[in-house]
């Protein structure tokens, strides 16, 4: 079965400063992978999902960026934080042989 | 028109109850459909995927997809207080982007 490792469950953040999440995915291959925002109250919004290493498309301008550095890690970062970064960030895995997504259990990042 | 409506609620109903929650779509081209559900603080976990139209049934839960009137809904039976999270409803179409789609989830709440 496939699992999704996000880390850390919790982080607080100054503004101005660096991010780096990481997502790594194990019981599959060549997956498709995403990370997702969730702010409270509200739907998921897709920021990058990544059909393979090195490939990365971003759906929404913003202070973020992702890499794919190998085939089951995907990495969210950011050069400086802004309190409107705060949210729950979420990576998952789909397509590909899985038409369903599966998600990591998230962080939470607030900026302060 | 957002491509998915869900009610956000919050739905309340004693424990015991059938609980009826529902999507809407725009886009006929949806051929997957997927329903989440993710408790506070957790990330989504997959409850049930379609792919027809028709009924599927697994345990308590049913999933029950019709596309010509491009309407999904997902019947809990016999519901518990552990059954309190928030669903979301997923869809994707078949173009292969593996772009998913999601509501912005219905709050449940189950009444012991």
């Known amino acids: 079965s496939q699992t999704i490792h996000q880390w850390p469950a919790t982080l607080v953040q100054p503004v101005g400063s660096p991010l780096s999440l990481e997502c790594t995915v194990e019981?599959?291959?060549?997956?498709?992978l995403y990370w997702y925002r969730q702010a409270a109250g509200r739907g998921l919004q897709l920021l990058f999902y990544s059909v393979g290493i090195g490939q990365i498309s971003s759906e929404v301008p913003q202070n973020l960026s992702a890499s794919r550095p190998q085939d089951r890690q995907f990495i969210l970062s950011s050069k400086k934080l802004l309190l409107s970064d705060s949210g729950f960030y979420l990576c998952?895995?789909?397509?590909?042989?899985?038409?369903?997504?599966?998600f990591g259990q998230g962080t939470r990042l607030t900026v302060v | 028109q957002k491509e998915v409506e869900q009610d956000p609620g919050p739905l309340s109903v004693p424990e015991g109850a059938i609980v009826s929650l529902n999507c809407t779509y725009s886009n006929s081209a949806f051929q997957y459909f997927m329903w989440y559900r993710q408790y506070s603080r957790k990330g989504p976990e997959l409850l049930m995927y379609?792919?027809?139209?028709g009924n599927k049934e697994d345990g308590r839960f049913t999933a029950q997809v019709d596309k010509s009137s491009k309407y999904i809904s997902l019947f809990i039976r016999d519901s518990q207080p552990s059954d309190s999270a928030t669903y979301l409803c997923?869809?994707?179409?078949?173009?292969?982007?593996?772009?998913?789609?999601f509501g912005t989830g219905t709050r449940l709440k189950v009444l012991a």
């Open positions: 997923a869809m994707m179409p078949p173009s292969g982007t593996y772009k998913y789609i």
């Open positions: 998952a895995n789909g397509g590909r042989g899985n038409t369903e997504a599966f």
């Open positions: 019981g599959t291959s060549n997956p498709n």
């Open positions: 379609t792919y027809s139209s």
